[in-house]
């Protein structure tokens, strides 16, 4: 396949990712997963996946990293002047996943991704829709519990329910997108994922070593642990469906 046609397909699929993206902003999952699976079978049907379409060129590297921050208000997500340890170990999670790192605002829960386009726009759709999941999903489960050992007598089992809650959910995450960066290093030749991977990756750590001089701090996460929020949350994070765009390099897919 030809420059031409590669970029015709990939101008292809970009529009078709849009519309996945958009129909996810508005609630619209079944209309997103159907512009993704009409994606997948681009990939399947050309035997080319889109991390090779968008594979790391040393020669224009930098000219498509960029930092993006999550619009929270857009997203719906808690806005806040307080760092919170579960949020950004999710970030980092997802941003490994796609190829990209995160930076924090001082002073606020502001999260800023940082890779190439195609890269950065995927983790920013996941991490927002992961973040939700988990807030929704959490509140939902609390209440059950507490109203359940409420009437046991026995609210002491209750106790810390939140925060292991969100913990077992982005273990379950990172879980998941480990296997599938694993499927494709089994798929892919050690040179290509290598390209896609660490390659990309070097670009990016120089464009933030770059443009940023200093480094934050990791925030400490909250002590104890109460089993049946953690086993919640794994429940919730196992079946949460992430759209993956490079989990390692690999074509999207939909892990349900």
């Not at 990939?43 to 594979?55: N, Y």
């Not at 993006?68 to 340890?85: F, K």
């Not at 046991?152 to 913990?167: I, N």
Request: aromatic residues 8%.
């Amino acid at each position: 396949m030809g420059t031409v046609e590669i970029q015709k397909l990939k101008d292809k699929m970009q529009k078709l990712l849009n519309h996945a993206t958009s129909a996810e902003t508005i609630g619209n999952q079944a209309e997103a997963e159907a512009f993704m699976k009409k994606l997948n079978k681009l990939c399947m049907q050309h035997k080319i996946a889109m991390a090779e379409v968008q594979a790391f060129d040393p020669q224009n590297s930098d000219e498509s990293i960029k930092d993006e921050m999550v619009d929270l208000y857009e997203e719906g997500l808690p806005i806040t002047n307080r760092r919170q340890h579960i949020v950004e170990q999710l970030a980092r999670t997802v941003a490994k996943a796609n190829n990209c790192t995160f930076l924090v605002q001082r002073g606020s829960n502001n999260i800023y991704f940082v890779g190439r386009d195609q890269d950065r726009r995927f983790a920013i759709q996941m991490f927002s829709y992961a973040w939700k999941t988990m807030l929704a999903d959490c509140h939902k489960e609390q209440t059950k519990t507490y109203h359940h050992f409420k009437k046991l007598g026995m609210l002491d089992q209750a106790k810390g329910f939140r925060a292991s809650f969100k913990k077992g959910f982005v273990f379950a995450i990172e879980d998941r997108l480990e296997e599938a960066k694993e499927e494709v290093r089994q798929t892919t030749d050690e040179e290509t994922f290598a390209l896609i991977t660490v390659a990309s990756m070097v670009a990016v750590t120089e464009y933030v070593n770059n443009k940023y001089s200093s480094k934050a701090s990791r925030v400490r996460g909250q002590r104890g642990h109460n089993e049946h929020g953690y086993s919640a949350g794994q429940k919730s994070g196992s079946r949460v469906g992430l759209h993956v765009g490079n989990v390692g390099g690999g074509s999207n897919k939909l892990l349900n």
